[in-house]
C-alpha cells in the first residue's frame, strides 16, 4: 500500500470529487483516478461508489478513511521527529486563511518563513468561510473572530481592534455621527459574512446598529474600496485601513462606545498535538506582526472639523 494512494483516496474523500483531489494535490485527474484504483487493488474492496453525479464512500470507504487519515498523520509526524532531530523543518503544511488578510499580510510573513525553512511544501487556500481544521484536511487555520468551537485548539495571533471609518468626502456630505444612534441614520459599508455586524459596547452594554442603507460585501478590500469611494461608513479591522488612516484617505469615526473586537488566531484540531511546523510558524507569525501588531502602531490623526449635520 502507497502512501500516495491514500492520500489521493483522502483528499477525494474531502473535496468530494476527483477533480477537487487533483486541484489539492496538484496533480492530474488521470493520475489521481489511477492511484484510487490501485489502493482499491490493495484493499480488495470498493471505497468510492462512482456516478455521473457524484462520488460517495462506500461503508468500506468510510470505514477506511478514518485509519487513512491516522496512517497519513502518523507518517508525516514521524517524518517530521526525523526532522526536528536534525534541526530541520520538513514536509507538508497546509493552511487556510481569510482571503484578504491573507493578501495584505500572512503572504509577506510566508515567504520569508518558506525562504528559512526551504523543506516546507506549503499549501495555502485562502477563503473567508469558516473551514474545519479536522473535516477539510488542513493542519491549521487562521481565524479572524471569536472561537467558539471546543474541538479546537486556538493560539492568539495578535490583538485586532475594528474601527469605523469613512472618507473625508463622505463626511463632508453627510456629517460625521458622533453616538451610536446617529450611525443609524448613515450609509453602512456592511461585512456580509458576520451576523449583526455593527456591534458596540457602551456604559449600558450590547448594542447592535442597523443602517437606514447599505452596502452589503463579504470582501474586506472591497469594504475599504467602496468606503474610499465616499460610499459610507465601513468598520473594518485595522490591518485594512492602517495604511489609509495615516495618509487620512479615510478617517476614523469618533463615537463614544467600543466596536466588538476579532482577533486573530491560528486554530488546529484538539485530538492533535501541533507539529514543530505549526509551532515554529506561530512563534514566527507572531514576531512578524509584533505586540501590538505593526498595523496597529499608527495613531490616528485628529477628525478634520465636518461641514454637515451631525
Given at each position: ?9 483522502v ?24 492511484r ?5 487493488r490493495?484493499?480488495?474492496?470498493c ?11 462506500t ?8 485509519r ?26 497546509r493552511?487556510s486563511a481569510?482571503v ?32 474545519d ?28 481592534r475594528?474601527?469605523?471609518?469613512a ?21 453602512g459599508?456592511i461585512?456580509?459574512?458576520r451576523e ?32 474610499l469611494?465616499?460610499?459610507?461608513i ?22 463614544p462606545?467600543?466596536a ?24 514566527w ?26
Amino acid at each position: 500500500m502507497k502512501l500516495e494512494g491514500l492520500e489521493a483516496f483522502v483528499s477525494t474523500a474531502e473535496t468530494g470529487s476527483i477533480s477537487g483531489a487533483a486541484r489539492r494535490l496538484g496533480l492530474a485527474k488521470s493520475v489521481v483516478s489511477e492511484r484510487l484504483a490501485e489502493l482499491e487493488r490493495n484493499v480488495g474492496a470498493c471505497l468510492i461508489q462512482r456516478t455521473t453525479r457524484k462520488l460517495t464512500l462506500t461503508e468500506d470507504g468510510d470505514r477506511f478513511l478514518l485509519r487513512a487519515h491516522r496512517i497519513l498523520s502518523e507518517a508525516r509526524e514521524a517524518t517530521s521527529e526525523i526532522a526536528e532531530r536534525s534541526g530541520t523543518l520538513v514536509g507538508a503544511l497546509r493552511l487556510s486563511a481569510p482571503v484578504s488578510f491573507g493578501i495584505l499580510h500572512l503572504g509577506p510573513a510566508l515567504y520569508a518563513f518558506l525562504a528559512a525553512h526551504p523543506g516546507i511544501d506549503l499549501t495555502l487556500e485562502l477563503d473567508d468561510r469558516f473551514v474545519d481544521p479536522a473535516a477539510d484536511g488542513y493542519d491549521a487555520v487562521i481565524r479572524h473572530g471569536p472561537i467558539s468551537d471546543s474541538r479546537l485548539v486556538a493560539r492568539r495571533l495578535a490583538t485586532s481592534r475594528r474601527v469605523l471609518v469613512a472618507s473625508p468626502a463622505y463626511l463632508d456630505r453627510h456629517g460625521s455621527p458622533r453616538s451610536v444612534a446617529d450611525l443609524a441614520a448613515h450609509q453602512g459599508i456592511i461585512y456580509s459574512n458576520r451576523e449583526s455586524d455593527w456591534r458596540f459596547e457602551g456604559p449600558e452594554g450590547w448594542t447592535v446598529v442597523r443602517p437606514a442603507k447599505s452596502l452589503r460585501v463579504n470582501n474586506g478590500l472591497v469594504m475599504r474600496g467602496a468606503a474610499l469611494a465616499g460610499l459610507g461608513i465601513a468598520l473594518l479591522p485595522t490591518f485594512f485601513v492602517g495604511e489609509q488612516i495615516a495618509a487620512r484617505s479615510l478617517l476614523p469615526v469618533e463615537i463614544p462606545a467600543e466596536a466588538e473586537g476579532a482577533e486573530l488566531f491560528v486554530c488546529y484540531p484538539l485530538t492533535r498535538s501541533a507539529p514543530a511546523k505549526v509551532a515554529a510558524l506561530i512563534d514566527w507569525l507572531r514576531r512578524s506582526f509584533g505586540d501590538p501588531p505593526y498595523w496597529s502602531a499608527v495613531d490616528p490623526p485628529p477628525l478634520a472639523p465636518s461641514t454637515g449635520n451631525g
